[in-house]
């Protein structure tokens, strides 16, 4: 478990390029800095800057290494390296309010932002014109987009948003793909069609993701609990209470479990048994530290007992690795269905990058299936 | 007693829009979680379900809202117990709950 301090700053969001070798992330302000891996060490090797809002989405496309940004300016910019400098072009996302999270779709032919208009723009390129062409998502989204992820058909596009659900469009271009084929989630795809919308829980979804086939989609509410969809159940959801405080980020490792993380700084598993339909908290994936419990003295416990009317002490430290919340978690090797190794940034300016295979060792029972 | 407390719990009116049920109802399972003894209130706690845990503590912190005589006491009683099943994440509920009890 690799923890590496980048800033005292919130890292706002972070995206990593194809073989893993630099990260994009942006320290909490107007700027993206790329940082480049050397050993065990980190150096900034690029500083972009051209946003005039704080960068809230970054995704880097693994196959044309290229980097779309969007930041609170109600504008994107998608990044090409020229010999050694990285080139914006913006795109003009027709918002008026800010822009929330962006991502490539998997064929990086399109890209989609979420943003605070209640609009999901997806964008395109235009070869006649040599533009990037956006067109809107608009109905029925009633609040902020905060979290998309795309389907691997490249077509199908889920969102998570602020009023409480969660939804499924089509992002189908006919200028730049072919007809998609049925999935279980529907077989009309005609652009901006809604195919499946969940019923309301009670907390803004912070962050939605697609299993690695695309028939599974899980999402993380501010109502402290996880849901997941399963496409070939019928749409029945499964939905869990969780006991902590409310997950920021989610990620699938396996097309059974999932890893959430939020604003009790550690990871979390979760798996999900299909038979029953039904989810499960797995663990906690944090490795124990050995901390140094000196005894109580006698004193100092009546002195808490007439404190705070309890007998233990509490720590002031937190245990955990990360020491504010976790905003984001990637999937850094193996793919969403064979995962690997993870890494989490977090409101405290830290990243780190889990194992699955030390964790597995580290904390007896956990399974992931 | 403990048939009292389920009974008071069960369809409850979280859907209506009719104030003076839902203080009618208040007013019942306030009167049954007062009337518990503590030692009582641990086994009445792990009776419920998920969901039961979480309207208990909507309960609970409607009761904090209009304290009276004897009541804070007994309801953080009710509300550690809770809070030890339940955890954080029943308390961010009853906080981000739209439906309220």
Redesign the interface.
């Known amino acids: 478990m690799a923890y590496h301090s980048f800033l005292l700053e919130p890292i706002s969001c972070h995206a990593w390029n194809k073989d893993r070798t630099q990260l994009a992330i942006c320290p909490n302000n107007h700027e993206v800095h790329i940082y480049k891996k050397a050993g065990e060490k980190w150096n900034k090797v690029h500083e972009l800057k051209e946003h005039n809002g704080q960068v809230t989405g970054i995704d880097w496309a693994p196959e044309s290494n290229r980097i779309v940004t969007c930041g609170t300016d109600r504008n994107a910019y998608v990044w090409t390296l020229k010999g050694n400098v990285w080139k914006p072009t913006l795109v003009i996302l027709r918002i008026n309010r800010a822009a929330r999270c962006v991502k490539w779709s998997p064929k990086e032919n399109k890209f989609a932002v979420g943003s605070g208009s209640r609009v999901i723009s997806i964008c395109y390129f235009e070869q006649e014109n040599d533009w990037w062409v956006c067109k809107h998502i608009k109905k029925p989204i009633r609040s902020t987009v905060l979290s998309l992820d795309w389907h691997p058909n490249n077509v199908l596009l889920a969102a998570g948003a602020c009023d409480?659900k969660c939804r499924i469009f089509s992002a189908y271009i006919k200028e730049v793909e072919e007809r998609p084929s049925p999935t279980p989630w529907g077989s009309k795809m005609p652009f901006g069609e809604l195919m499946f919308e969940s019923s309301?829980s009670?907390?803004w979804v912070h962050s939605i993701c697609f299993s690695e086939s695309g028939n599974r989609v899980a999402w993380v509410g501010?109502?402290?609990?996880v849901c997941l969809w399963d496409a070939n159940k019928k749409m029945a959801v499964a939905s869990l209470?969780?006991?902590?405080?409310?997950l920021l980020a989610v990620t699938f490792i396996t097309e059974n479990s999932l890893v959430a993380a939020g604003h009790d700084c550690y990871p979390m598993l979760f798996t999900y048994d299909e038979s029953q339909g039904s989810l499960t908290f797995g663990g906690k994936l944090e490795v124990p530290k050995q901390s140094s419990q000196r005894g109580l003295t006698a004193r100092e416990r009546f002195q808490n007992l007439d404190k705070k009317a309890s007998t233990e002490t509490n720590n002031v430290m937190l245990e955990t690795l990360h020491k504010n919340s976790i905003s984001q978690i990637s999937v850094i090797a193996g793919g969403k269905a064979k995962c690997t190794q993870f890494c989490t940034t977090g409101m405290d300016g830290g990243l780190s990058i889990w194992d699955i295979k030390s964790l597995e060792s580290a904390l007896k029972d956990l399974k992931i299936k | 007693m403990l048939q009292a407390f389920h009974t008071a719990l069960r369809n409850s009116p979280l859907n209506t829009k009719n104030q003076a049920i839902k203080e009618r109802a208040q007013g019942v399972v306030l009167k049954v979680l007062t009337s518990f003894k503590s030692s009582e209130i641990e086994q009445a706690v792990n009776s419920l379900d998920r969901n039961g845990i979480d309207l208990l503590m909507k309960y609970v912190y409607k009761g904090f809202e209009k304290p009276t005589e004897n009541s804070s006491a007994i309801l953080l009683q009710w509300h550690e117990k809770a809070l030890a099943v339940g955890g954080l994440g029943s308390i961010v509920r009853v906080l981000t709950a739209r439906k309220t009890v």
């Open positions: 409480f309301s009670c907390g501010h109502d402290s609990t209470s969780v006991e902590t405080l409310p």
